[in-house]
């Protein structure tokens, strides 16, 4: 059980770093912007994860009160990339029905 956790904030971590080059390598600001929120959201599966998992690693009352702050700080940044990428996306699909 604790193996799982592990392996969800190296997953989310990569994919974090992957849409971060991906930012760098595009030009197109709308495509940036769309990626930028892409990869809010896996910082945010990061930091929430790494929040429960250091509770369950050292099981103190300063880790409890850290990962609730990791929980809180992962939910927002998961919640804001979700609607930044929804608004991104209707961005991209408005652009490219134009064309």
């Known amino acids: 059980m604790l193996v799982i956790f ?10 974090y770093l992957y849409y971060k ?3 760098w390598k595009t030009k197109d600001p709308l495509e940036q912007e769309y990626l930028n929120s892409r990869s809010k959201i896996f910082m945010g599966v990061f930091i929430f994860f790494f929040g429960i998992n250091q509770y369950l690693f050292y099981e103190t009352r300063l880790s409890l009160f850290i990962g609730i ?13 979700i609607k930044a990428t929804n608004h991104y996306r209707n961005e991209y699909q408005k652009r490219l029905s134009k064309s």
């Open 69 to 81: 702050l990791f929980l809180i700080l992962g939910v927002l940044q998961f919640r804001y990339g």
């Open 21 to 23: 080059v991906m930012v």
């Open 6 to 15: 592990p392996i969800i904030i190296l997953i989310s971590f990569v994919l």
